[in-house]
């Protein structure tokens, strides 16, 4: 059993960062894939990142390359988003999920364990 808990959202204007934080509990972080996810108001849940077991391989979403970087601690169990140059379209609940498989790209899969998301919202 993992326990996903998300923190670091909050307000940011338009340009600035924020930097997501997803701990993990249990002895197993390293055995997991980790993904983010990020669903608008009105919107499906779509992968934003992904990270490899130990970090080697990421993925990003065409929407947030060059601005977002994925990485992941396995000794503090806990992964990272740092969002950059943060978008009015990038306001979402966002979401750490984990899985036992990653083969490449978003190709993720199945998110066994998902956290309870934490909101971000870009003001113009």
């Known amino acids: 059993q993992v326990q996903l808990v998300e923190s670091g959202g909050g307000l940011v204007q338009a340009g600035g960062s924020l930097r997501l934080s997803c701990a993990a509990s249990?002895?197993?972080?390293?055995?997991?894939?980790m993904g983010w996810f990020r669903q608008g108001p009105g919107k499906e849940r779509d992968i934003v990142a992904a990270?490899?077991?130990?970090?080697?391989?990421?993925y990003y979403t065409d929407s947030v390359k060059g601005r977002v970087t994925i990485s992941r601690d396995n000794a503090k169990n806990t992964v990272y988003l740092q969002m950059n140059s943060l978008k009015p379209e990038d306001t979402a609940v966002y979401y750490c999920?984990?899985?036992?498989?990653?083969?490449?790209?978003?190709?993720?899969?199945?998110?066994?364990?998902w956290g309870q998301g934490t909101q971000v919202t870009v003001s113009s």
């Open positions: 999920a984990a899985s036992p498989n990653y083969n490449r790209g978003s190709n993720i899969g199945p998110l066994d364990y």
């Open positions: 249990g002895r197993t972080f390293s055995s997991y894939a």
């Open positions: 990270i490899s077991y130990s970090g080697g391989r990421t």
